[in-house]
């Protein structure tokens, strides 16, 4: 029993320690008071159902002590058990809201696999993630970007990562390692050569942590278009070209 103690206190973690430990004593509490009043707990189940009900504070009152005996360890086990019954809830809670607030800061890891990772926070995203979201009957979606503090997306299927997307930690948040595709778009707060670095960059880094990954980059200046395709890009988007392309096309409608 003394190694079982050390082993639940020394090696599991604080949850898991916690429920073993209400289970032990609702088994051992359950034993007791059925060795001490056989007739009103005739069976070794109905003493841990009377030891449930009582830590829970349910209290059916289909089973009760009739002994002095009985009440003691009644009394020890109201004492004992529901406050590592408490414990335990209370911590299962802290656990779920810190889960909740890790997911919305953009610190919680994306485990899932096959999914589809959108680099950068902006009107362009917004409607790629949300055309995926329309046209994919299961999206798996991962949004990563450095500028935002919390989930622009919350209510919508797209886990959020916080962070600097040309980071391999941040990569590796998003479980770069498993992704199916890749869209990195470009950040027009930078001046044009450093929003095609950061890209390059970026690029980079996902094809170093997933060679088999599809990426699609957005680049702005003609100059970097050889080192956006040699870092490894299987798809170039010129947003530049096609805005003047349409701009000059709606001219020409116009003085024709």
């Known amino acids: 029993m003394l190694g079982l103690v050390r082993f639940i206190t020394s090696r599991v973690p604080t949850l898991l320690r916690l429920l073993l430990i209400v289970c032990i004593v ?33 209290g059916f009152g289909d089973y009760a002590p009739k002994t002095m005996a009985g009440q003691v360890v009644g009394v020890l086990l109201i004492i004992l058990g529901a406050g590592f019954v408490t414990t335990y809830f209370v911590s299962l809670a802290a656990i ?20 589809t990772i959108v680099v ?4 362009r995203s917004r409607v790629i993630i949300d055309a995926l979201l329309e046209r994919q009957s299961h999206p798996s979606i991962v949004l990563i970007d450095q500028t935002l503090q919390d989930h622009p997306m919350r209510n919508k299927d797209v886990h959020f990562i916080q962070g600097n997307a040309s980071s391999d930690e941040t990569l590796k948040k998003a479980n ?26 970026t690029l980079l880094s996902v094809k170093g942590l997933n060679p088999k990954a599809f990426c699609i980059v957005e680049i702005l200046t003609t100059d970097q278009l050889a080192n956006a395709y040699r870092a490894g890009a299987d798809r170039i ?5 096609i805005s003047s392309k349409v701009m000059l096309d709606q001219l020409k409608e116009l003085t024709n």
Request: glycine share 6%; hydrophobic share 40%; proline share 2%.
């Open 26 to 58: 609702i088994c051992s509490f359950g034993g007791i008071i059925h060795y001490i009043e056989p007739e009103n707990f005739p069976t070794y189940w109905e003493g841990i159902w009377w030891a449930v009900v009582t830590t829970s504070t349910v």
């Open 96 to 115: 779920a809201v810190k889960s909740e607030e890790r997911f919305l800061h953009g610190k919680l890891e994306y485990t899932n696999k096959d999914h």
């Open 120 to 123: 950068g926070w902006n009107e």
């Open 176 to 201: 770069i390692q498993y992704a199916s595709s890749v869209m990195i778009t470009a950040d027009f707060l930078q001046n044009e050569f450093q929003t095609d670095m950061f890209s390059i960059l």
């Open 237 to 241: 988007i010129q947003t530049n070209s």
